[in-house]
């Protein structure tokens, strides 16, 4: 299956900064990524899907201008975390899905705001 | 919303199989169902999925009821590394559709 990675793996920032998650596929040219938030102890939450070449696909009550996503080419895609605050403070996962259904995830990025 | 039901938490001793309910009654007729698991702080990971044939491969094997609104994920050997939260979801099979998480079972396997 795809291989998927992220960098940074853990961050940690300050209130008010802008953080910035790189996702890439490895293997495999991916028009679609996903992103995804994990609150402890809760189930991931899809936030947005990223479109090669085209905008992101908000889910409903995600701001948009606060988490920024580009997907500059079929293996990155990368969100931006505008003006972090600890509330943000989540587990952030990227995912590839290929043609055939199959989605393969990244390890993940932990971001902390202080 | 996610589309499945799963119990919160199951149990199982090392070695012996475990076998992971899930409730799908609104499933429609193209929709596969997928299972994936995360072990702590670690992204998911994919298991199996299937659309209406029993499915078997090196991890699990995944048991679909006749009128498709339920399966079974069955771990036929479960081991300490096998704890984690498991998650049966049901998706088209395309590319960009997206994977709706809901909350899951988590397995602990104890010696």
């Known amino acids: 299956g795809a291989v998927v990675s992220q960098h940074p793996s853990w961050v940690i920032c300050k209130s008010g900064t802008s953080v910035k998650i790189e996702c890439r596929s490895l293997?495999?040219?991916?028009?679609?990524m996903f992103w995804y938030r994990q609150f402890p102890k809760q189930s991931l939450m899809l936030m947005a899907t990223?479109?090669?070449?085209?905008?992101?696909?908000?889910e409903q009550g995600v701001e948009k201008d606060k988490f920024l996503i580009n997907h500059a080419s079929l293996t990155l895609s990368t969100l931006t975390v505008t003006s972090a605050h600890p509330e943000d403070s989540s587990f952030y996962i990227c995912?590839?899905?290929?043609?055939?259904?199959?989605?393969?995830f990244g390890p993940g990025t932990r971001l902390t705001v202080l | 919303d996610a589309k499945t039901t799963q119990p919160p938490s199951m149990d199982c001793a090392e070695g012996r199989a475990a076998n992971l309910p899930c409730n799908h009654s609104?499933?429609?007729?193209?929709?596969?169902v997928y299972w994936y698991r995360q072990i702590h702080s670690q992204g998911p990971q994919y298991i199996i999925h299937?659309?209406?044939n029993n499915e078997t491969n090196e991890m699990a094997s995944l048991i679909i009821t006749e009128d498709r609104k339920s399966s079974t994920l069955i771990l036929p050997h479960a081991t300490l590394r096998d704890t984690a939260v498991y998650y049966c979801?049901?998706?088209?099979?395309?590319?960009?559709?997206?994977?709706?998480f809901g909350t899951g079972t988590r397995l602990l396997v104890s010696p």
């Open positions: 995912s590839v899905r290929e043609a055939w259904g199959e989605q393969f």
């Open positions: 293997d495999f040219q991916a028009t679609t």
């Open positions: 990223s479109n090669e070449g085209s905008k992101a696909t908000y």
């Open positions: 609104t499933i429609s007729g193209n929709e596969y």
């Open positions: 299937g659309l209406k």
């Open positions: 979801i049901v998706s088209y099979n395309t590319g960009f559709q997206k994977l709706v």
